[in-house]
């Protein structure tokens, strides 16, 4: 039996009826990609269940790698997020009416996670199929971000666990769900390959990606 590769998305959230990030995840579910199956998990997007929803799962699923997606209505590229950052100022509400501000996701934890799959190689792979993607430096400070840094939080107890986060624009134009797909798949393909960062430093660039 292949080990688990856990890939989340959220429920829609401000008003959008369709929430991209899930609809990848699930038209993903149960397809093998280098070595792992994928088991595809819905979040809420709120910041009381999500992160425990996806932690619970972490532990009864024990999967070699997590990658979280989410919305980033206002892009017009694939974000690869390269770290997450320890608070939640929430801009809107939640989907129960809770907004925090200038709060830790972890009380006492780092200002910082980084992202633990090879995110420069995941930039190389999306672009080679023409798809836009960047590199991004902030996964925001709302429940996604709040979900990506638990997520590397929890994993420092658990060594071997890859963790990462991909925004997706939305469904509209060349951003097709078939086209997301292909891209998320391309990305979980390299999921193998060494972090990039570490040695690499937090810089460069890679096929003219930032």
Same mark, same amino acid.
């Given at each position: 039996?292949?080990?688990?590769?856990? /890939?989340?998305?959220?429920?829609?959230?401000?008003?959008?009826?369709?929430?991209?990030?899930? %609809?990848?995840?699930?038209?993903?579910?149960?397809?093998?990609? *280098?070595?792992? @199956?994928?088991?595809? /998990?819905?979040?809420?997007?709120?910041?009381?269940?999500?992160?425990?929803?996806?932690?619970?799962?972490?532990?009864?699923?024990?999967?070699?790698?997590?990658?979280?997606?989410?919305?980033?209505?206002?892009? @017009?590229?694939?974000?690869?997020?390269? /770290?997450?950052?320890?608070?939640?100022?929430?801009?809107?509400?939640?989907?129960?009416?809770?907004?925090?501000?200038?709060? +830790?996701?972890?009380?006492?934890?780092? *200002?910082?996670?980084?992202?633990?799959?090879?995110?420069?190689?995941?930039?190389?792979?999306?672009? *080679?199929?023409?798809? +836009?993607?960047?590199?991004?430096? @902030?996964?925001?400070?709302?429940?996604?971000?709040?979900?990506?840094?638990?997520?590397?939080?929890?994993?420092?107890?658990?060594?071997?666990?890859?963790?990462?986060?991909?925004?997706?624009?939305?469904?509209?134009?060349?951003?097709?769900?078939?086209?997301?797909? %292909?891209?998320?798949? *391309?990305?979980?393909?390299?999921?193998?390959?060494? +972090?990039?960062?570490?040695?690499?430093?937090?810089?460069?660039?890679?096929?003219?990606?930032?």
């Amino acid at each position: 039996m292949n080990p688990v590769l856990l /890939l989340t998305g959220f429920e829609p959230f401000d008003g959008h009826a369709v929430n991209p990030s899930w %609809e990848v995840a699930q038209a993903l579910h149960g397809q093998v990609v *280098a070595g792992l @199956t994928v088991q595809s /998990l819905r979040l809420p997007c709120t910041f009381s269940g999500s992160a425990s929803r996806l932690l619970q799962a972490i532990n009864r699923q024990q999967p070699r790698v997590v990658l979280s997606l989410g919305l980033a209505p206002s892009r @017009t590229q694939l974000s690869i997020e390269r /770290l997450a950052v320890n608070i939640n100022d929430a801009r809107i509400p939640d989907n129960q009416g809770v907004q925090p501000r200038d709060e +830790p996701v972890v009380p006492g934890g780092p *200002a910082a996670h980084f992202s633990t799959l090879p995110v420069k190689a995941q930039c190389a792979a999306v672009a *080679a199929l023409g798809v +836009p993607v960047v590199l991004s430096y @902030t996964a925001g400070t709302y429940v996604c971000n709040h979900v990506f840094y638990s997520a590397l939080h929890h994993a420092q107890a658990r060594p071997g666990l890859k963790v990462g986060f991909i925004h997706l624009p939305p469904l509209q134009g060349e951003f097709s769900l078939e086209r997301q797909k %292909e891209a998320v798949l *391309a990305a979980l393909s390299v999921w193998a390959e060494a +972090p990039g960062h570490g040695a690499e430093g937090p810089g460069g660039t890679i096929d003219g990606v930032a």
